[in-house]
């Protein structure tokens, strides 16, 4: 299979004709004994299910037409009387997994490129061409209720350990290896679901083969899958219930219920968000962050990090593991540079212990990363990034003592959160090559990066920072500099309105489960003893500064900040954390309430605390695009949903502003506004009522 107009193979309306002539001839062709099914492309297999084709699907029946058509066409290939056998190198994903388990047999090459899995579920939606019903019946319930309901995908080795592939062979072995096992399958007199038997098919059996067995199973199912999603994804039930058909009513029935699931969820609302976030990601992996087209990227040879603490580390760590670019790291002294190095070595030996990465990769890798008390080995830096404590006076000096050492052959990138970036390039003899890039932590886990240009940045050292983010595995907004940016300006609206509604006496756990009922991954309680109660309060100050009143800090802050309640680091904070609490669940700490003067008995709805705190963050959103700190709305969605954890079933700020209506968002702001005051005052661009998308 080459799709010569995309560089992925994915499963297209189009391909239908042609997929049915070919299993025509292939059926008409009595003294075929082996089919093989490959993909051209040197790094991908199928990567899905060709997502233009779904907002064509306007009503439910379509959609389970859709699902239905190619039902039929796996069908097909899995009663060919030939045996299949499919040779898996690269992306194996959605469409592309479903497609290759209606085969007799699975070979896959250990190529870092292979990857299997069923991730529908991130897209609001379910496998929807026998996936719910093929992948249990090969690998056990258990095992692929965690698959489908989570979206991971695996690398060749763990699918090869789950079940799903059935040999894995290095890449230029690929072929052969698949013609090998054909024989042997068909040799062995099985034509259909030729493998080896599961060591855990016996518990497989109890589970989810008698009733009792199943009730635990899909109970247990349902309760984590709920703790996660707060009944926010209607895909998960849907999945859990199309499993459950198939496996108590056979798999016709499975069948239909798969499809019919399918065809409500591609028309709903949440599987539309998240499809459109989807392609937003998809249109920044082609945008270098500047408009004129005829500028190129610097290439990037070496960088240097400034600061060896978490942030410092965390992005070292990316740019050796992802980029693969050396990283020469400096810290003040010996200790501060063996805590970062020792940090890059515990996400590598994880990966290792997950054998995710070899032993070899793992010294590879680390071999990338050196560490400095010194400037020593920063003069061929192409990018230094700091990523130092939030203080002007100690950027200004990092900046000129990097211009010192690399004149201008360097980059300088600044990761402050909320110091406008032309203020730190102030003390700079080269403001052209100075720009912000703002990561999120844990820097490995969180998928944004912020770069932030200044009116003197060069749109070249943009370009090359984009692409540096971009090998470091990060989706990459730019906007333009001000005080807090964009994500810390909108994330300091948001806490500060949990923070107000703890002065008013509502429960810290009261707040914190009103957000994740309305779709937050970390209530904001809880994220401000992440993040540092006297950090936020400090950004609260720069905001204030900035804005006015409308960012009036939060009378009490100070109280706490005064009392040392730092949050998680210091273990003082809203939760009570270290040897206060060694349970997993999180306990407010009630002397919080006593030192605020506050009785916890405010008993406000969920709704109207979600509600205050989640337009705080959509109205600010809709002053940022307004003050031109953003370059579109989409990457205002992709800023809010990536950085912050705005839901995604709602698609980001702009996107909740298009399907609530501005005039219906309007009406609530004035409302809280002649209650609360100047800071609900909504912005110009919802006072136009505007649409932000088409």
């Given amino acids: ?14 391909m239908i004709g042609e997929f049915d002539a070919l299993l025509s001839m292939i059926e008409q062709e009595k003294d075929l004994r082996l089919v093989l099914f490959a993909s051209k492309k040197s790094d991908n297999f199928i990567a899905g299910a060709n997502l233009d084709m779904l907002p064509g699907v306007t009503r439910p029946e379509q959609g389970t037409a859709l699902s239905q058509t190619a039902q039929a066409l796996l069908d097909r290939i899995e009663n060919l009387l030939p045996v299949t056998v499919a040779a898996i190198n690269g992306s194996c994903l959605g469409g592309g997994l479903e497609f290759a388990l209606a085969f007799d047999g699975r070979v896959a090459s250990t190529h870092s490129a292979t990857r299997l899995g069923l991730p529908e579920v991130r897209l609001g939606l379910l496998p929807g061409s026998g996936g719910t019903q093929r992948l249990p019946a090969l690998i056990g319930a258990r095992a692929a209720l965690d698959l489908i309901l989570t979206g991971r995908s695996l690398t060749a080795q763990r699918a090869y350990r789950a079940g799903i592939v059935d040999e894995i062979v290095p890449k230029a072995l690929l072929m052969k290896a698949a013609i090998t096992r054909a024989r042997k399958i068909l040799s062995s007199g099985k034509t259909r679901r030729w493998r080896k038997i599961r060591f855990d098919a016996i ?4 589970l989810s083969r008698n009733p009792l067995g199943r009730k635990i199973l899909f109970d247990q199912a349902k309760r ?3 703790k996660k999603t707060r009944g926010n994804y209607p895909a998960t039930d849907k999945i859990l219930d199309v499993i459950r058909t198939g496996l108590e009513q056979g798999r016709e029935r499975g069948f239909a219920a798969e499809a019919a699931a399918f065809g409500e969820l591609v028309v709903s609302p949440e599987s539309r968000q998240l499809v459109n976030l989807f392609h937003a990601g998809n249109q920044l992996k082609h945008d270098s962050g500047v408009d004129d087209p005829e500028i190129e990227a610097g290439v990037i040879e070496k960088i240097g990090v400034l600061g060896a603490g978490l942030m410092g580390a965390g992005i070292a760590y990316v740019t050796v593991d992802r980029a693969r670019i050396p990283v020469r790291l400096k810290d003040q002294n010996d200790d501060g540079i063996a805590h970062g190095l020792a940090y890059i ?8 212990d997950r054998r995710s990465i070899s032993r070899l990769q793992h010294e590879h890798t680390l071999a990338r990363v050196s560490g400095t008390a010194d400037y020593s080995g920063f003069d061929n830096c192409s990018v230094v990034i700091e990523a130092v404590y939030e203080s002007v006076e100690l950027k200004h000096k990092m900046v000129r003592d990097v211009e010192d050492v690399c004149g201008s052959r360097s980059i300088f990138a600044s990761n402050t959160s909320a110091i406008p970036i032309s203020e730190i390039a102030s003390a700079g003899r080269f403001p052209e090559r100075i720009v912000g890039m703002h990561y999120f932590s844990p820097v490995e886990k969180m998928p944004l990066l912020e770069i932030v240009r200044t009116e003197l940045t060069a749109p070249w050292v943009v370009a090359t920072c984009v692409e540096l983010g971009k090998k470091q595995g990060k989706t990459v907004i730019v906007v333009d500099d001000g005080p807090g940016f964009y994500t810390t300006r909108i994330l300091g609206a948001y806490m500060s309105e949990a923070a107000r ?7 810290v756990e009261r707040i914190d489960e009103a957000l994740l009922d309305f779709g937050f991954p970390v209530g904001p309680m809880a994220l401000l003893d992440e993040v540092g109660i006297d950090v936020a309060h400090k950004v609260s100050l720069t905001l204030h500064g900035a804005f006015g009143d409308r960012m009036k800090p939060v009378e009490g802050m100070q109280t706490l900040v005064d009392d040392q309640r730092m949050g998680k680091k210091n273990n003082r904070g809203l939760y009570l954390h270290g040897q206060e609490n060694r349970s997993d669940a999180k306990i407010a700490d009630e002397s919080v309430y006593r030192l605020l003067g506050v009785t916890p008995e405010n008993v406000m709805t969920p709704k109207e605390i979600a509600e205050r705190c989640a337009l705080q963050m959509v109205n600010e959103a809709a002053h940022c695009l307004g003050d031109g700190i953003l370059r579109s709305a989409r990457d205002g969605d992709i800023g809010a949903v990536m950085g912050l954890g705005f839901p995604p079933f709602l698609g980001g700020p702009f996107r909740y502003l298009d399907s609530r209506g501005c005039s219906s968002v309007l009406a609530r702001l004035e409302q809280l506004e002649a209650s609360h ?15 932000f998308y088409n």
């Avoid at 299979?1 to 189009?14: G, H, I, Q």
């Avoid at 070595?345 to 290792?352: A, E, G």
């Fill in 1 to 14: 299979m080459d799709d010569s107009e995309a560089p992925v193979n994915t499963l297209k309306d189009e």
């Fill in 203 to 206: 518990s497989d059996w109890l």
């Fill in 224 to 226: 984590r899958t709920f």
């Fill in 345 to 352: 070595d515990k996400r590598l030996s994880d990966r290792l």
């Fill in 501 to 507: 509604l703890l002065i008013e006496g509502v429960a």
């Fill in 677 to 691: 005051g100047e800071r609900f005052s909504p912005a110009p661009l919802i006072m136009q009522n505007k649409k």
